[in-house]
């Protein structure tokens, strides 16, 4: 029995670590979000100095061509991080499925349970 207790520890255990990490996702892509905005805002200040806002003029800002570039990286990484925030939600939710298994599984034998 102590077994049992044991595989109901563990599922609680993975069902915490996984919302942990789907926390830790969606933190990770609200700061690229938060990050990207302000990437966005400096390229709208210097082509705003400049007078140039075509990233194929020739004399076109290198500042702001980085920084549109900085700010592509960030959206691409966060389209990635959905992706895994995506499998990480259908994960959790078949280790609910297993931790409410074993609880049922335990309550069920519980009171049966001979004490030695």
Known sequence: MKARNSLLRLKAFQVKEKKRQLQQ?????????RMSDELMQQIAAEEKRSGISDPAHFAYS???K???QRADNLAV???DLRQ???VAEAELVQMEV???RAA????REGP????A
């Open 62 to 64: 290198t500042f702001a």
């Open 77 to 79: 990484s966060v389209a």
């Open 112 to 115: 049966n349970r001979k004490r």
């Open 25 to 33: 996702l969606q933190l990770m892509m609200d700061e690229f979000a």
């Open 98 to 100: 297993d931790y409410e």
């Open 104 to 107: 049922a599984l335990e309550m």
């Open 84 to 86: 895994q925030q995506a």
């Open 66 to 68: 980085s920084a549109r």
